[in-house]
């Protein structure tokens, strides 16, 4: 056992080294770089047609999505020859690919790190109110803020390193955000389907929530939510592990609450305090 790990730290310490020569070089070896000159500004329009989804897939980008002043589809983003984005068009999807050089990336090029800008991480979807869209979007590291657009289909969205946040929006189906380092911050949200938020480190706080079924989890954080109905129509659980749960700022020692209503609210968190309260 002492001998693998010897084996293992030298090679840590080999790697170490290799690394320090290659930043010496310039950035050449197993550390690559990314300067400003190396991003490329992409600006783009669409008409709409009978386009009603769009995909996003990065691997280091926030996602901002906003209402756009015209008629037609915008988007704003930088790419690099390393890590291009393919653009798709069909009849009905517009789809956004970030196209990762493993290569580049297995060669450990940490610039993000630094960021030289934050503009260089940034992607600005701009749709037009006239039209409904379904959104499909995931990043590795980066927040999704979606704000005043209230013509959406559905929204599926994931990212590993990233909150999200949702400002005067309403969704005609499905709301569907999950994250594994973030909190969720939700403000004035009318959803038609499922509205379900998950992070594993991170608060949820959604206030003024219009919703069906609701569902909510984090493993360590708080939970803090404002249905707009009443506490009877709706079926209630409650879980935490370490905290206390509270309905309209009555601290409860039940989790569970109107059985055989068929609007659901399920909030769990293994760590943190559960506040439900509600607007009639």
Same mark, same amino acid.
């Given at each position: 056992?002492?001998?693998?790990?010897?084996?293992?730290?030298?090679?840590?310490?080999?790697?170490?080294?290799?690394?320090?020569?290659?930043?010496?070089?310039?950035?050449?070896?197993?550390?690559?770089?990314?300067?400003?000159? @190396?991003?490329?500004?992409?600006?783009?329009?669409? &008409?709409?047609? +009978?386009? !009603?989804?769009?995909?996003?897939?990065? #691997?280091?980008?926030?996602?901002?999505?906003?209402?756009?002043? +015209? @008629?037609?589809?915008?988007?704003?983003?930088?790419?690099?020859?390393? &890590?291009?984005?393919?653009?798709?068009?069909? =009849?009905?999807?517009? =789809?956004?690919?970030?196209?990762?050089?493993?290569?580049?990336?297995?060669?450990?090029?940490? +610039?993000?790190?630094?960021?030289? =800008?934050?503009?260089?991480?940034?992607? %600005?979807?701009?749709?037009?109110?006239?039209?409904?869209?379904?959104?499909?979007?995931?990043?590795?590291?980066?927040?999704?803020? *979606?704000?005043?657009?209230?013509?959406? @289909?559905?929204? !599926?969205?994931?990212?590993?390193?990233?909150?999200?946040?949702?400002?005067?929006?309403?969704?005609?189906?499905?709301?569907?955000?999950?994250? +594994?380092?973030?909190?969720? !911050?939700?403000?004035?949200? *009318?959803?038609?389907?499922?509205?379900?938020?998950?992070?594993?480190?991170?608060?949820?706080?959604?206030? /003024?929530?219009? #919703?069906?079924?609701?569902?909510?989890?984090?493993? /360590?954080?708080?939970?803090?939510?404002?249905?707009?109905?009443?506490?009877? &129509?709706?079926?209630?659980?409650?879980?935490?592990?370490?905290?206390?749960? %509270?309905?309209?700022? /009555?601290?409860? #020692?039940?989790?569970?609450?109107?059985?055989?209503?068929?609007?659901?609210?399920?909030? @769990?968190?293994?760590?943190?305090?559960?506040?439900?309260?509600?607007? !009639?």
């Amino acid at each position: 056992m002492k001998t693998l790990f010897k084996i293992a730290l030298g090679l840590v310490i080999v790697g170490i080294i290799i690394g320090i020569a290659g930043i010496i070089a310039g950035g050449a070896g197993v550390f690559g770089t990314t300067n400003p000159d @190396d991003y490329i500004l992409i600006e783009e329009s669409y &008409d709409v047609g +009978s386009i !009603d989804k769009v995909v996003l897939q990065f #691997a280091n980008k926030r996602i901002y999505i906003l209402p756009s002043e +015209s @008629d037609q589809i915008e988007i704003k983003y930088y790419e690099t020859e390393q &890590d291009p984005v393919v653009i798709t068009e069909t =009849s009905s999807t517009l =789809s956004f690919i970030e196209d990762n050089d493993w290569d580049f990336f297995w060669s450990f090029d940490f +610039s993000w790190l630094w960021n030289h =800008s934050a503009q260089y991480t940034h992607c %600005y979807l701009y749709l037009p109110v006239g039209s409904t869209f379904a959104i499909d979007a995931m990043t590795s590291n980066g927040d999704i803020s *979606i704000e005043d657009l209230t013509n959406l @289909d559905y929204l !599926d969205l994931h990212t590993s390193n990233g909150a999200f946040e949702f400002t005067n929006i309403a969704v005609d189906n499905d709301l569907v955000a999950t994250t +594994s380092n973030g909190g969720i !911050d939700v403000l004035n949200v *009318i959803c038609g389907g499922l509205f379900d938020v998950a992070t594993s480190n991170g608060a949820i706080d959604v206030t /003024n929530l219009t #919703a069906d079924e609701i569902e909510a989890d984090t493993s /360590n954080g708080s939970i803090t939510f404002s249905v707009v109905g009443a506490y009877a &129509d709706f079926r209630i659980i409650l879980d935490t592990s370490n905290g206390s749960m %509270y309905i309209d700022g /009555n601290k409860v #020692a039940d989790g569970r609450y109107n059985t055989d209503r068929s609007r659901e609210i399920n909030l @769990d968190t293994s760590n943190g305090t559960i506040r439900l309260n509600f607007i !009639d």
